[in-house]
């Protein structure tokens, strides 16, 4: 991995006589080091574009990542969208979901920063929904603070897996809607059917889903000296299908002054 201290030697020790650099002495320093770090490290400029276009698409798309806690009568049950980008319903007969790189984990998530068995969200009666981390490689975050111990989620949680990052929901309490007035169904053309009571108890009707046969084995063990820290983001399988790999970029020097000042703010 490119050194960040390295940077320094690229720079101009440019100063205005008060002894301070103005901003567009910053920006003319910056776009040198930008120059350097395009010349001699190409390879770490293109993953930085890659991941600005990855985040580009999501948040047009409007996708954001969530796992929710749902206890509805005596059903307890994770709503999540991490699972083949469709929102699915995961049961666990004792109330505990796995997260991480095995194909056998509650929530398997084909994430190389992942360990195997990442982490588990394990819900306690009357208590609610714990996060415990299991030895993790590169560690897991609630509200950017590391998880040493059992830690209670609460409602809009921020939670970060490795390079896995996704917002927790929590709902325990549910209502039944007052039911529609005759007018209002034959102003739409519908035909009012008879009148039901909510139940009690949440039966929700669960399909199982199962991973395609033939994806390839992301859960797999690592090559031999390989370690899961040394990764840096590396796009998962469908990511390679669906996105060509970016050719050398030919960007404008606001462009690039731009994704420089962002990438160093990170």
Known sequence: MFDLNALADFSPNLQNPAGQPTDLEQRLGLYQVFLKLYEHHRELLNEIIELENTDNRHRLRGVWQYVQGVIHGDQTYLMT????????????????????????????????????????????????????????????????????????????????LGSLSFVFFLCENSRCADPIAADVLSSVNLVPSASKTCPTEASPAIGTTELPANQPGWDASLPCGEKETSMFLKPNARQREEAPKPSNPQLSPSQQSDILDRFLNR
């Open 81 to 160: 969208n991490l699972l083949q980008d469709q929102t699915q319903i995961v049961t666990q007969s004792d109330n505990l979901w796995v997260i991480g790189r095995d194909r056998k984990a509650s929530l398997p998530i084909s994430d190389k920063r992942l360990s195997r068995r990442h982490a588990i969200v394990h819900h306690v009666a009357d208590k609610g929904f714990f996060l415990i981390d299991l030895n993790s490689t590169n560690g897991t975050f609630v509200n950017s603070e590391p998880v040493r111990s059992p830690i209670l989620l609460r409602d809009g949680d921020r939670i970060r």
